[in-house]
């Protein structure tokens, strides 16, 4: 049997999956890579923020509203997708970890990571994938879920490699390489923006070039994957999400075209690898892929 590269994306919620690295995993899937989209939670405490569906009988099924919206996302990327099964934690001003106050009983980010950390691990171990994505320390922002994924899949990740650790999930199985989105820098913003102005077009991104970039994410990006050809199923995957997305938002207002030319990649930091990469990389399983004509 030819290799057959596996890659595994955590997320907190339907629809994550379509704002960050969805470009990439379309690119890897029909490059003939599995790819496993894992959504901790429901997203059932999410907005609706396309003022076209923010109606009463869609906040009355927003459950299986937004389980139908990630099922036609999955099919537009080419993905599978397994659920954990937690509850959304909603969002929570100035939320950190250590203070789980006001966040509803029983939701994901209250859950000890321990035991969130289980279903992971499985999930991992039959899987068995090469790469692993997920959100940094601070979640890429302070969401309590995504703060709850990053905890959750580094437990998971370093316990699904320990034998001695949820034996009853089968053997262990240590991930070669893991990964945070970057996903979006001053750096990035600045690029498509003067494209934008280049292209004699209104930019959408002047207002967030006078956010407070402190702490801008750009030198931590060790690795760049081209996937500019598939920005259209990253938007139409987005646009799946339809109570998530405004289709006349702001996400959609700079052409394809400026994008491909500005920023063609999706941005991510390598933060654990047990074989030996060169940086910057280019692709996710550099120093994983067999070489050509091998067997896995």
Known sequence: MTQRLRLMAVHAHPDDESSKGAATMARYAREGAEVLVVTCTGGERGDVLNPKLDRPDVWENIAEIRRAEMAAARDILGVDQA??????????????????????????????????????VKLIREFRPEVVLTYDEEGGYPHPDHIQTHLVTMAAVEAAADPQRYPEFGPAFEVPKLYYHISFTKLKFTALHEA???????????????????GDKSPRITTRVPCGEYFELRDDALRAHATQIDPDGPWFRAPLTVQRTAWPTEDYQLVRSTVATAIPEDDLFAGVRAPAGADR
Request: proline share 9%.
């Open 83 to 120: 659920w954990l099964g937690f509850v959304d934690s909603g969002w929570v001003e100035g939320y950190t970890h250590d203070d789980p106050s006001g966040l509803p009983e029983g939701c994901f980010a209250r859950v000890p990571v321990e035991e969130a950390a289980a279903p992971l």
């Open 196 to 214: 934008m102005l280049a292209a004699g077009l209104e930019s959408p991104y002047a207002e967030r070039l006078n956010d407070d970039w402190v």
